[in-house]
């Protein structure tokens, strides 16, 4: 059965403390790896997709990696900004447009 | 940049009505979905659809239905809200491209509904 687990659920850092999100995935043939920033009341907001493993993308202070098993969201440096709920989804090769989502990690940044 | 709308921000309905939620995306994108979002349950899928007039269910389709009669409009019908219905209700749309060569799985969601049933 295709999973998506993230963790931690919540995590606090202070201003400036980088840190790692993770997303573990069990997928039948993965297509692509989503990862959404969700700020509280609003809709995802759509940042990177993966789609093999080794790849990396950035985006400012994020980074997001691939393996065969798992994704890290990289936080560098973060700001009061960054927080907000970070979401990973994923879609299996036998999926008919549909994605399977993780529960999300809330991120909080202390200033 | 891709633009998904819904008609409302928040809504309060009273129980037995029919509830009418409306989406509309500006990028030509094949595919929309409707998902509901409760805390502790995530994002769950009601209905997708990838073409004018095509539907699937998704996985909690039990009192919803929904309509496209436009590309770029998509519709989530509540026939009779209960207070169960009460969430948080997302749309979003993405392009059809199975491969995933040129990133088109992407979906992009609307700013939500906050659908209260009394």
């Known amino acids: 059965e295709d999973q998506v687990t993230q963790s931690p659920e919540a995590l606090r850092l202070q201003e400036g403390e980088s840190s790692s999100l993770n997303c573990s995935y069990t997928?039948?043939?993965?297509?692509?790896l989503f990862w959404y920033r969700q700020d509280p009341g609003k809709g995802p907001e759509f940042l990177f997709t993966?789609?093999?493993?080794?790849e990396e993308k950035e985006k400012e202070r994020l980074k997001a990696t691939l393996t065969k098993k798992e994704s890290f969201l990289h936080i560098t440096a973060p700001k009061p900004e960054d927080s907000a709920t970070y979401l990973c989804?994923?879609?299996?090769?036998?999926?008919?447009?549909?994605?399977?989502w993780g529960a999300g990690t809330k991120l909080i940044i202390k200033p | 940049d891709v633009k998904v709308t819904q008609s409302s921000r928040y809504l309060v309905k009273r129980t037995g009505e029919k509830v009418f939620l409306e989406c509309v995306q500006d990028?030509?994108?094949?595919?929309m979905f409707w998902y509901r979002q409760d805390p502790g349950l995530g994002l769950r899928l009601i209905y997708f659809?990838?073409?004018?007039?095509?539907?699937e269910k998704g996985d909690i389709p039990e009192g919803y239905s929904v309509s496209r009669e436009k590309k770029e409009r998509f519709s989530l019908i509540l026939e009779s809200a209960s207070t169960n219905q009460t969430s948080m209700y997302l749309c979003?749309?993405?392009?059809?491209?199975?491969?995933?060569?040129?990133?088109?799985?992407?979906?992009?969601f609307g700013p939500g509904t906050r659908l209260t049933v009394l």
């Open positions: 990028m030509d994108h094949e595919n």
């Open positions: 659809s990838y073409d004018v007039k095509m539907k």
């Open positions: 979003a749309s993405s392009l059809e491209d199975l491969w995933g060569g040129s990133g088109g799985n992407e979906q992009f």
């Open positions: 989804a994923v879609q299996g090769m036998d999926s008919n447009y549909q994605l399977i």
């Open positions: 997928v039948s043939g993965l297509r692509g």
């Open positions: 993966l789609y093999s493993a080794g």
